[in-house]
């Protein structure tokens, strides 16, 4: 007996999610076909999948299943499943699924890997709604495991369980989210965090270096391994409520972007590549927090690869 073929992958976007994206589906034996419209973006790709390969060790012919193309409808023309990762602006996204639609075959799943903006109205245009999700991977998705697969209608949700059934069988870890509202369920916990920190640093209660201290040195070095409902249950519900009875109503409600990150992306500080954001960078810093990052997650997806 023969084992059944693996699907066919087209991703469009050779970038920074793309080409993670790209890595894992080749690493574990699918053909993969990458799309972008940056002759250089593409040059580079065997060099950037090259880079994760010695990273995690992974297997030395990963990068031959991987192929680049300027042409999307030469990309996507035998897929099984096609992942859009391209620029996170919703019209570039709405053409890229028309033109799915009239390449693609008929068969295929069509997901967008957007961080927030909800699947229907990126596929407002594709005639078969039923065979477009959303698969927003984490960055960088080599690393990270975890996966949110969007049902953007409910005659999706059969295209969304083979995605999952694929993303487990490539060894990372999907969740179904059955309601396709903006940032899905990670950005909006991520940026409600985000949110507050904003409001405390703008109200003088400290500045953001505390911020990130309280956050990695406090409760943040008990998320990898305790969800926010885990520990409220582990805890005692009681307790929760106690807290949030003197806590809730003195949170930060600003019903749209702070108008101190307004002010600091009015004046150019937007982080690291100027060297001033919320905090002050050196090249030096900043390569450094990169680094420690990559390695940490490269490490716990070691342990992980060890488990399996």
């Known amino acids: 007996m023969t084992s059944a073929p693996k699907p066919r992958i087209s991703i469009i976007g050779a970038g920074l999610m793309g080409h993670g994206i790209a890595y894992l589906f080749a690493a574990t034996g699918h053909e993969v076909r990458v799309h972008d419209t940056d002759t250089v973006a593409l040059e580079q790709l065997p060099r950037r999948l090259g880079v994760i390969r010695d990273l995690l060790a992974g297997p030395i012919t990963a990068a031959d299943r991987v192929s680049g193309h300027i ?91 083979k995605m999952v059934d694929l993303l487990r069988a490539v060894g990372h870890h999907p969740v179904l989210v059955n309601r396709d509202i903006p940032g899905f369920i990670g950005n909006r916990l991520q940026h409600a965090l985000k949110r ?28 990898a391994v305790l969800g926010p409902l885990e520990q409220s249950d582990m805890v005692g519900l009681q307790l929760t409520k106690n807290i949030h009875d003197v806590l809730i109503s003195d949170l930060d409600v600003t019903p749209h972007t702070h108008p101190y990150l307004d002010a600091l992306v009015a004046k150019g500080d937007i982080g690291m590549k100027r060297g001033r954001g919320f905090r002050e960078w050196t090249p030096e810093q900043a390569q450094a927090v990169r680094d420690r990052l990559s390695q940490f997650l490269a490490d716990a997806a070691a342990r992980e690869a060890k488990k399996a």
């Open 71 to 161: 042409s999307l409808p030469e990309t996507v023309e035998q897929a099984d499943v096609v992942i859009e990762a391209a620029a996170e602006k919703i019209e570039i996204k709405r053409l890229i699924f028309s033109a799915f639609e009239r390449h693609a075959p008929k068969h295929a799943i069509l997901a967008s890997n957007t961080s927030v903006i909800p699947i229907s109205r990126i596929a407002e245009d594709v005639a078969d709604k039923s065979r477009v999700i959303g698969a927003h991977f984490w960055n960088p998705p080599h690393l990270v495991r975890l996966v949110e697969v969007v049902v953007s209608a409910e005659s999706s949700r059969p295209a969304a369980l």
């Open 196 to 223: 507050e920190a904003i409001a405390l640093v703008a109200a003088g209660v400290c500045d953001a270096e505390t911020v990130d201290d309280v956050v990695k040195l406090g409760f943040g070095a008990r998320l």
